[in-house]
């Protein structure tokens, strides 16, 4: 009841700001003619485009959760293999991509939404906003990458790994007799007491999936006891995976979990660090989706049937260090074979279903801390 | 209450902070303004989350001054850490409102008190300090607000001590949950209003009129020695630290990897070259919605002070009120706003400009507001009595005396415009998009060297923009301060 009328206070405020937005807006144009006289040609240029957007514009929008220098290479590649100009937009997360996506669902801008793991899409295709579409190249693919409601399509994936900064992991606990960790629960070593980070699951993908990894390894009650003594060793919770990494590599602490293929990219980049795959670890499902009532609606299905393709999934793989959904495809360099990691038993519908509950809860024994 | 106790103790910081600065600056005859001036530039002219990696590896736990220098290990995650980059990131917007005051207030007042024999310290408590009310109560709103909606320091360096603007992103990007992230930071804007209305009680009605047309310009009455350069020791030892952050931020972006190797190297700079698009837009949409916020808000201003409209104190608290947002969803809000006909705006540079202007508005308005409040009406009864209109006073009368405050808000205004990440990052398009972007792609891409290095030639551009507007204005024989 509570948190029904203070929902509806808060929209009523942010209504009345928004209102007094534009009309100051209004003011603003008047009080200052040199504004409105610059932006107005910019305006009319970028809308152009999209008033004449029929089937074949020879365009494509992409809103991309991806590293700049991978949708650059696609891009690239893109443009070489079937002339289609991309215009992309990258994102520093598929939450941020969503959240255009949602604010944007009256009029959207987008055709294409790629990268990030496929929970993020999951919810948007409940919400309507995406197409449905399965592409021909999709057959024999594992059951994993394909969305049984046909939303979105998985084309690439990557594991969870821990990564340790070797300088002061030998310099500090190998003395100590603490080897390197092999499993996760070799992180509830009490020598790693502050030492330790990792992202949190409310924010981050990968913090998700890292809970829900637990959960699934140990079952609901030990995997929870689990993170109850983790959460002794670690530091705090960044907001994001990939933030661990730097920290680690700076030497600011000594191991974090993160993903694998990124932690290799950083280890590329000459700093002293090393990923380790652990035993049981889970994985992402990196996705790729149509938004619905996109501009170039014909463009985006021939982007999801190429981005199957053998070469471009090759392409991918050397240069994100992510596992390929195709069987033919090499490992990228640097990370062990898939054959070789010991995967969870990872229930994504139940993930999925379980995700808000298990943040409430999580974000409830973080703050007792 | 983690973000109301926060924001006490970082505005309190701040606003001293701040205060001794203009003082030392305004008022004192001590070496170094040049550099002090450009320390209170600085800390606005960086993207946060980059400047936070200059810190970590500073004073963090292996931080080069705390552990290498002096064998230290504190913890600089949490509220301590935040109180101490808060302090140093906000103490310039404050700066840029009480310097604008103290600058133009007349030390003849001060005369007149030590001619009746007042000791410094009475002067001091009675005289001058009254004179900056509204000075020090402008810029202590406009940091007040800035720290409240403040979201990137927090989510870099405030490991798990969450803030209202973090809570409400969690909200956002977690649970996709718009409803409860906008209901959120309508609960920063309860706050906000709480401070804005101590804020006016304390400056209240009372007069704080010193430009009055009838002045003899002395220079101000000197002080006692040892205070002179306590405070001159402070401002050095502030100075150290801020140029010790942006020391390690223009070397790692000359460094092989950045925080590990320093070894010399020039290819960060070629992610610099590929981004000339970028750059060029930060500084169009920086100039122009500056501009536009400061002519804005001077009209505001004027007619809040002046004009006694009816719905004043309404207009006054809503030219506060973007302060108080956090920028992302000021941005997010533009963005759902301006989707829809009649306001198709959405991926336009229109819509990167207003939303920078309004984001910008608070900053001008307060400075134009606090300068206001200073300059008696005698003057522009005189010229209206002379015949001349309303707005031929407003020209030739208001605006000569104002210039300062109008360029100090103007030249904040551009600065942070440069370097906003927050606002942009929902409404930016492929073809709008701006330096800072590329920057949080570089930090995000683990090219911390590329994104120190951008950076860099983002500051260095800034400031050769400001001091070419600068050498223009003393052509024009119209010389100010930065």
Sequence with gaps: MFREISKKTAILFVSIMLVSAVLLAGCGKKAEPENSATSAPSAAETNAPDDSSAKDSGKLVVYAALNEDDIVQIQKQFKADTGIDIEYLRLSGPGEASTRIVAEKNSPKADIMVGGSVEFYDALGQQGLLEKYSSPNAQGLDATFIDPNGYWQGWYMGVLGIVINTDRFNKELAPKGVQEPKTWDDLLDPHYKGLFITSNPATAGGGYIFVADQLFR???????????????????????????????????????????????????????????????????????????????????????????????????????????????????????????????????????????????????????? | MNSLQMTVISTITCTVLAFVFAYAIARLDVPLKGLFKFITLLPIVSPPFIVALSYILLFGRQGLVTKQLFGLNIDIYGWQGLWVVQTITFFPYAYAVIYGVLKTTSVNLEYAAYNLGASRWQVFKDVFFPLCRPGIAGGALISAMSILADFGNPIVIGGNFNVLPTEAYMQMVGFFDLPAAAMLSTYLLVPALGIFIINRRWVGKRSYITVTGKETSLPPYPIHRFVKWSIFAFCIFVSAFVLAVYGVLFYGAFAKTWGYDWSFTLKNLHYVFAKGTEITNSIKFALISSLAAAV???????????????????????????????????????????????????????????????????????????????????????????????????????????????????????????????????????????????????????????????TVVLISIAFAVLAATKLFFRNQGKSYDL
């Design chain 2, 296 to 454: 804005f808000s001077l009209l505001l201003a004027y007619i809040v002070q002046r004009k006694q409209v009816g719905i004043n104190r309404f207009l006054d608290f809503l030219a506060i009120l973007p302060g108080a947002v956090p920028g992302i969803f000021l941005g997010l809000g533009f963005a759902m706003a301006f989707n829809e006909k009649p306001f198709m705006l959405t991926g336009t540079s229109a819509i990167m400009i207003l939303a920078l202007m309004f984001w910008n508005l608070p900053t001008c308005y307060s400075s134009s507001l606090a300068g206001l409040q200073q300059i008696g009406t005698s003057l522009e009864e005189a010229s209206v009595n002379l015949g001349a209109g309303n707005f031929k006073t407003f020209k030739s009368i208001l605006l000569p005396l104002l210039s300062g405050p109008f360029i100090s808000g103007l030249v904040v205004s551009f600065l942070r415009s440069v370097t906003c990440l927050s606002v942009v990052i929902f409404i930016y398009s492929a073809s709008t998009s701006v330096g800072t972007i590329s920057i949080l792609s570089l930090v995000q891409n683990g090219e911390w060297g590329g994104a120190s290095a951008f």
């Design chain 1, 218 to 369: 140990l079952g609901e009650q030990k995997g929870w006891e689990y993170l109850q003594k983790l959460n002794e060793n670690v530091h705090h919770y960044t907001p994001g995976a990939v933030d661990g990494i730097k920290l680690t590599a700076t030497g600011e602490f000594v191991a974090a979990m993160s993903w694998a293929h990124d932690i290799v990219k950083t280890a590329k980049q000459g700093y002293p660090i090393k990923v380790i795959v652990p035993d049981d670890t889970a994985f992402e499902v990196g996705g790729a989706a149509i938004v619905k009532g996109g501009p170039n609606t014909e463009n985006a299905k021939k982007f999801i049937d190429w981005l199957l393709t053998k070469p471009v999934q090759e392409m991918n793989s050397k240069s994100s260090n992510r596992y390929s959904v195709r069987k033919d495809v090499a490992p990228p360099e640097g990370m062990i074979k898939l054959e070789d990691v010991k995967l969870v038993q990872y229930d994504r519908a139940k993930a999925a279903e379980m995700k808000a509950d298990v943040v409430k809860k999580f974000t409830e024994m973080i703050g007792s801390k």
